[in-house]
């Protein structure tokens, strides 16, 4: 995919790296020139010097052959402007990294497809490490409102050898929590899992989830 990123920071920066090593064709744009020679050099990346909230720098970047367009500078204003700029050269694809929740209904109006709410996601991840330290955070899904956890399943837990579907039908397990694939490290055999498939000790048991209901769920599912 072609994808132009406003915005060399330490997000920008690290998600044009990984973009690069996916073999995506990668521009980015920085208002800061040393930024921009610097990650040229280590990286090879196409680096604009300029604000990506002007017509004539989007057009440098070649806005308009853009797959996917990711505004992630500090400031949600640029942000904003980078947005409804890209939205009218007509790139399907348009996220912003969203810093304050006020811009939210603005982002959306601007046909934003999708908010990562830097705040909340940080937030959330502290959360989970303090009280879930069984509980990793996979990826977030559907615009922040939900993710994909890991939970794994400890010696003595309740769960061994029950179903899926006897622990999803149960009522102090989240309904709204689903089991999407299992990894068991001792046979090496990663599942999508079915009613019947019986948890065991040991188990990497991955989940759609939202935040509030991945700590009920993982009380449950660890529990001895």
């Known amino acids: 995919m072609y ?3 406003a915005g060399a920071g330490m997000v920008g920066s690290a998600l044009a790296r990984k973009l690069l090593e996916a073999k ?3 521009v980015i744009i920085d208002q ?40 992630a500078t500090g400031s949600d ?3 904003l402007a980078c947005a409804i700029l890209a939205k009218s050269f007509g790139v399907p694809r348009i996220i912003v990294r969203m810093r304050n929740p006020a811009y939210e209904k603005a982002y959306r109006l601007a046909g ?8 909340d996601l940080m937030v959330n991840q502290m959360i989970m490490e ?3 330290p069984r509980v990793r955070r996979i990826v977030t899904i559907g615009g922040g409102k939900a993710d994909i956890f890991m939970v794994i399943i400890p010696q003595g837990a309740k769960v061994a050898g029950q179903s899926v579907e006897a622990i999803a039908r149960h009522p102090k397990f989240p309904s709204q929590c689903v089991f999407i694939a299992v990894y068991s ?3 090496e055999e990663f599942s999508i899992p079915r009613g019947e498939r019986v948890i065991r000790e040991g188990d990497e048991v991955f989940l759609i989830s939202t935040a509030e209901d991945i700590k009920k769920a993982a009380d449950f599912l660890t529990a001895g």
């Open 185 to 187: 490290e001792e046979t």
């Open 112 to 119: 934003v497809t999708s908010i990562v709410r830097v705040l």
């Open 3 to 5: 994808i132009v990123i």
């Open 24 to 26: 995506h064709d990668v």
């Open 32 to 71: 800061n020139k040393e930024t921009c020679d610097k990650l040229y050099a280590e990286t090879g990346v196409i680096a604009i010097y300029g604000n990506a909230a002007r017509i004539e720098i989007l057009n440098e970047a070649a806005i308009e052959k853009a797959d996917v367009a990711i505004a």
């Open 130 to 132: 303090i009280e879930q």
């Open 77 to 79: 204003a640029d942000n």
